[in-house]
Nanobody
């Protein structure tokens, strides 16, 4: 079992930046960030493999950067040039002989 705890969400003005963190209780394989806006389906934001290979959703490419600190089992998401369309609950996810999700952190751009 893996526990994931997100932090770093909040309220930011358009054009601003936020950095999300996700602390995992143990090492994992693939990790990623997903988000869900009110009335919309959950969508993938960015994914990073254990070797550092990254994949981004088209709506965030060039603005968001995913990274991980394997020594501390921590995942990050640097979000720049935020727009109101980025407003959502952001979830951390990880795979480790199963799929695990964090509780989510609210990001509001207004």
């Amino acid at each position: 079992h893996v526990q994931l705890v997100e932090s770093g969400g909040g309220l930011v003005q358009p054009g601003g930046s936020l950095r999300l963190s996700c602390a995992a209780s143990r090492n994992t394989n693939c990790m990623g960030w997903f988000r869900q806006a009110p009335g919309k389906e959950r969508e993938g934001v960015a994914v990073i493999d254990s070797d550092g290979t990254t994949t981004y959703g088209s709506s965030v490419k060039g603005r968001f950067t995913i990274s991980r600190d394997n020594a501390n089992n921590t995942l990050y998401l640097q979000m720049n040039s935020l727009t109101p369309d980025d407003t959502a609950v952001y979830y951390c996810a990880a795979s480790a002989l199963g799929a695990y999700w964090g509780q989510g952190t609210q990001v509001t751009v207004s």
